[in-house]
RNA sequence: CGGGAUGUGGCGCAGCUUGGUAGCGCGCUUCGCUGGGGGUGAAGAGGUCGCAGGUUCGAAUCCUGUCAUCCCGACCA
């Protein structure tokens, strides 16, 4: 086993593949009976919750409430807005039953239950909520005076997706939807903005995910937005994931839902609206942008544990002691803090081998291993492994000088990955200005990296590039659009529009 | 919804062509040896073979139906 690696297949030989069997080695989720759903274990939904419990502080502090609305919205809200019904027709679970009756098969004798008390109007469990916090805010939004309303809710949809993977796409998911209502559309599109802005800086300062800014095309749009600002990153087989959305709705959801309000003038108006969200799909960007051929590594900010201290207790007779050790050194960590939160320290006492227990933390990507052995003990010294390093690589420091530096080892480890992230983006992207190398570029091999293009082609062009190549405009980067004009690689139009294509997950 | 495949102990699979009521690996339990490493020896626990019919003295094996899952497409956070 010396040179093993712990996940099979690794990267390069199944990426995919790869992918299920790091999730399945952390021990952070699994399939379920259920069509499409995962069962999220401890180590998964631990992440999910320090995403949470950030990203909640960060709404919190930009001025947003939570609140929480029905899981099951009325069929009829979903056929106000038509674009925005025509966009998840396709993806709705309805329910039309409220009762179910025991019914006993004459030949076999087993009783099955069968569905019964028909609703007259059935119910769409939410694939978003836009439709039924609109009517809420319907009736909440009266005068200039109620806005803006700025409301996010923790929940979890379901969207009936062909394809389920987890984390990435599963059925039933959970996320965050921000839905805001404004008086003008400068203050809903500052909003959109502030939010974009706020999701990139998540995903960097506590993920280690650099993001491409950007604003989807038409085509990529959510359905019934007018503008769709979204965070896109790249993970390690050079795909794009789309991490986070913020949409400006104009007054397309205020009007078909009649969001209206009397503004100063005494006039009857109708609100600026939005919406933004991400979900748990946020943990297998996570998982593809950092994790190796020895499974998951996290990020320090949003690593369930941070430090695991294994005791070595070859001898019996020093194993009493190590242990003290241990837990002393735990207890002296967990009293400090990195970034506000006390650090998240554990000592794995259990019985078993030393080995299979190393290796089940380096799967589950804890960022600092410790590990304490008589040798250590005499000369108050920790073994420390990094799991942003190679799995084999220790360093044996005074013990002392460990607790001085381990919020520095730590931010090391988050920057270690951003960086690596980032290089890879910066290599996996290039310009390109003749449609001849765009073409070729798609075929030359399965993910070929990005690509970034002086645009100003239309919405079906676009279409038919991307159908063609299997491909999309990820977004038209906020960053590119000031630089020099340059003719379309379509049109031959001279453009200061930059469009960044890929393939997607 | 179109094309392909599969459903056998917790997981991964063999057995099915040539019917005779289950077997392997991993994991799990107990005990021993080990102990800076995912080691090792022994002994155990655990399945009426997706479901429903049919053929047969007898079906995991043959036939029919049905359900589910997976892979390739169209859709998608």
């Not at 593949?17 to 401890?42: F, H, L």
């Not at 909440?140 to 923790?154: A, F, K, M």
């Not at 503004?263 to 297998?284: M, P």
């Not at 799991?387 to 220790?394: L, N, T």
Request: hydrophobic share 35%; glycine share 6%; net charge negative.
């Amino acid at each position: 086993m010396a040179d093993k690696n712990a996940i099979t297949p690794t990267r390069n030989e199944d990426f995919p593949e790869w992918y299920q069997q790091v999730i399945r080695g952390a021990d952070m989720a699994e399939n379920s009976e259920t069509r499409g759903c995962m069962v999220i274990k401890p180590w998964g939904y631990g992440i999910w919750e320090l995403i949470q419990s950030d990203l909640d502080a960060r709404f919190k502090s930009t001025g947003h409430e939570n609140a929480y609305f029905p899981l099951l919205i009325p069929l009829a809200y979903l056929e106000k807005e038509a674009e925005h019904a025509e966009g998840f027709a396709t993806e709705c679970a309805v329910v039309t039953h409220h009762r179910l009756e025991a019914e006993k098969d004459p030949e076999t004798g087993k009783t099955k239950m069968v569905p019964a008390g028909k609703l007259t109007e059935p119910y769409v469990i939410r694939p978003t909520s836009e439709t039924i916090i609109g009517a809420a805010f319907a009736r909440w939004v009266e005068s200039y005076r109620d806005l803006p309303l700025l409301i996010n809710q923790w929940a979890n949809v379901m969207r009936w997706e062909m394809r389920p993977r987890l984390f990435l796409r599963t059925a039933e998911f959970l996320w965050q939807e921000g839905h805001t209502a404004h008086e003008t559309a400068t203050e809903a599109v500052t909003e959109t903005s502030t939010i974009h802005q706020l999701y990139a800086d998540f995903l960097r300062d506590m993920l280690a995910i650099p993001v491409v800014m950007g604003e989807k095309t038409e085509a990529e749009r959510f359905p019934g937005a007018e503008m769709t600002l979204t965070v896109e990153a790249m993970v390690q087989d050079k795909k794009a994931i789309q991490a986070g959305t913020s949409h400006f709705m104009g007054q397309n959801f205020s009007k078909a839902q009649d969001i209206s309000f009397v503004d100063r003038e005494n006039q009857k108006q109708f609100a600026y609206t939005t919406s933004w969200g991400v979900s748990t799909r946020l943990i297998g960007t996570l998982i593809m942008a950092h994790s190796d051929d020895d499974g998951l590594v996290l990020p320090p900010r949003v690593a369930p544990k941070q430090i695991v201290i294994i005791p070595v207790t070859p001898k019996e007779d020093t194993r009493q002691a190590i242990i003290d050790s241990c837990n002393a050194l735990a207890e002296t960590l967990s009293s400090q803090t990195f970034h506000g939160q006390k650090l998240r320290v554990h000592v794995d006492d259990r019985d078993m081998g030393g080995g299979q227990k190393k290796w089940e933390w380096v799967k589950k990507g804890v960022p600092l291993r410790i590990e304490i052995g008589p040798r250590d003990l005499e000369g108050q010294k920790v073994c420390l492994q990094r799991r942003d390093q190679p799995v084999r690589d220790k360093s044996f420091i005074d013990r002392e000088e460990f607790l001085r530096e381990v919020q520095s080892q730590l931010d090391a480890t988050h920057q270690t990955l951003l960086e690596r992230a980032t290089k890879l983006r910066e290599e996996a992207t290039e310009q390109c200005h003749e449609l001849s190398a765009f073409e070729n570029h798609w075929s030359s091999q399965e993910n070929p990296g990005w690509l970034l293009t002086p645009w100003a082609g239309s919405r079906e062009q676009e279409e038919e590039l991307s159908k063609k190549h299997k491909i999309s405009i990820r977004c038209i980067p906020l960053q590119e659009q000031e630089e020099a004009t340059a003719p379309c690689i379509l049109t031959g139009e001279v453009t200061n529009q930059w469009a960044l294509w890929g393939r997607s997950y």
